[in-house]
Nanobody, 125 residues
Framework: QVQLVESGGGLVQAGDSLRLSCAAS????????MGWFRQAPGKEREFVAA????????NYAASVKGRFTVSRDNAKNTVFLQMNSLKPEDTAVYYC??????????????????WGQGTQVTVSS
């Protein structure tokens, strides 16, 4: 079992930055791929970014590539999402997820077995 708690969301203006954190507790954090997903009102949850277990590879959605950076600190069981140049269309609840089995930076929801409660990010224009 893995428990995930996100933090760092908030209300910002377009062009600002935010850094989300996801603290993990439980089993084998350093062996799991970790991902970030988001869900805007009235829309389906979508992939944002992922990082492999040893941080050797990352994966980004086209809409955030070049603006967002995913990283992790396995010594502290924490994964981060640095979000720069935020746009109003980035407004969503952001969820952290831990892979069930794969150590890869998977870009699909089906790879993730554990989810946090989410943190709200609102970007005003």
């Amino acid at each position: 079992q893995v428990q995930l708690v996100e933090s760092g969301g908030g209300l910002v203006q377009a062009g600002d930055s935010l850094r989300l954190s996801c603290a993990a507790s439980g089993q084998a954090f350093s062996g799991r791929g970790m991902g970030w997903f988001r869900q805007a009102p009235g829309k389906e949850r979508e992939f944002v970014a992922a990082i492999s277990a040893r941080a050797l590879s990352t994966n980004y959605a086209a809409s955030v590539k070049g603006r967002f950076t995913v990283s992790r600190d396995n010594a502290k069981n924490t994964v981060f999402l640095q979000m720069n140049s935020l746009k109003p269309e980035d407004t969503a609840v952001y969820y952290c997820a831990a892979a069930g089995r794969t150590p890869q930076a998977a870009g699909v929801m089906s790879a993730y077995d554990y989810w946090g409660q989410g943190t709200q990010v609102t970007v005003s224009s």
